[in-house]
């Protein structure tokens, strides 16, 4: 499986962005297709993930209310679309998938993912 993201780029605080990951290689419905990002100098985090069927979804607290995931599987891509954007959301984000087999309940953890596109670059200015 390949990801390929895009969609990153500078926006003011209160502004949206809507990031697009775009994957090749066959996915089932229990994949998981996720979104984490990583802040200059912090470990990489959570933001998001659903089932590629679209029957789970869970989010961060940080995000919770503001990100929305989403999936179009006749183009095989997986959306993050970013509300309210706060500097503090400043980060490489990164689109990963999952080898199909991961519990619901460790979808949060990075470890579980195998598969990650390159990663794309989102400024948030004050």
């Known amino acids: 499986v390949q990801l390929q993201a895009s969609g990153g780029g500078l926006v003011q605080a209160g502004g949206s962005l809507r990031l697009s990951c775009t994957t090749s290689?066959?996915?089932?419905?229990?994949?998981?297709m996720g979104w984490f990002r990583q802040a200059p100098g912090k470990e990489r985090e959570f933001v998001a993930t659903m089932r590629r069927s679209g029957g789970s979804i869970t989010y961060a607290d940080s995000v919770k209310g503001r990100f929305t995931i989403s999936r179009d599987n006749t183009k095989n891509t997986v959306y993050l679309l970013m509300n309210s954007l706060k500097p503090d959301d400043t980060a490489v984000y990164y689109c990963?998938?999952?080898?199909?087999?991961?519990?619901?309940?460790?979808?949060?953890?990075?470890?579980?993912?195998?598969?990650w596109g390159q990663g794309t670059l989102v400024t948030v200015s004050s």
């Open positions: 990963a998938v999952d080898s199909g087999t991961t519990i619901w309940s460790e979808a949060k953890n990075s470890r579980r993912y195998e598969y």
């Open positions: 290689g066959r996915t089932t419905s229990r994949h998981l």
